[in-house]
């Protein structure tokens, strides 16, 4: 296994949230908030669909472990 899948439970607070840096959120920050746990999970297709492209960050693409874990937070029905 390339990286180590983590099975405990994710929360918005404790691991997504810590993903996006303050320059993620103050650049898109028009469009939602990316350290607001409504608007991340509103909007978490777009977002999710961003990464995977890697059309988002606009200066480099994610981790495929950081990937991963907001699709699974996702899959879990994004908790706070
Ligand atoms: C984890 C970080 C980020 C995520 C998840 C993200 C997500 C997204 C999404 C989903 C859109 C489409 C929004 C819409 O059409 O309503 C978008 C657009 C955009 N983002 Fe980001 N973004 C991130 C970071 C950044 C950064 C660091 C920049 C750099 C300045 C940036 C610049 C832009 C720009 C200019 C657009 C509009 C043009 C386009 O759709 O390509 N974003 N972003």
Redesign the pocket.
């Known amino acids: 296994m390339p990286f180590p899948v983590e099975s405990h439970e994710l929360s918005f607070e404790q691991d997504i949230k810590p ?3 303050t ?2 959120r103050a ?2 920050l028009t ?2 908030d ?1 350290f607001d746990h409504a608007d991340v999970a509103e ?1 978490a297709d ?2 999710l ?3 995977l492209s890697g ?5 480099g693409a ?1 981790p495929e472990a950081d990937l991963e874990k907001l699709q699974r937070w996702i899959d879990m029905g994004k908790p706070a």
Request: positive net charge; glycine residues 4%.
């Open positions: 993903l996006f840096r320059k993620d650049a898109m469009r939602f990316l909007h777009a977002i669909g961003s990464l059309r988002m960050p606009c200066d994610w």
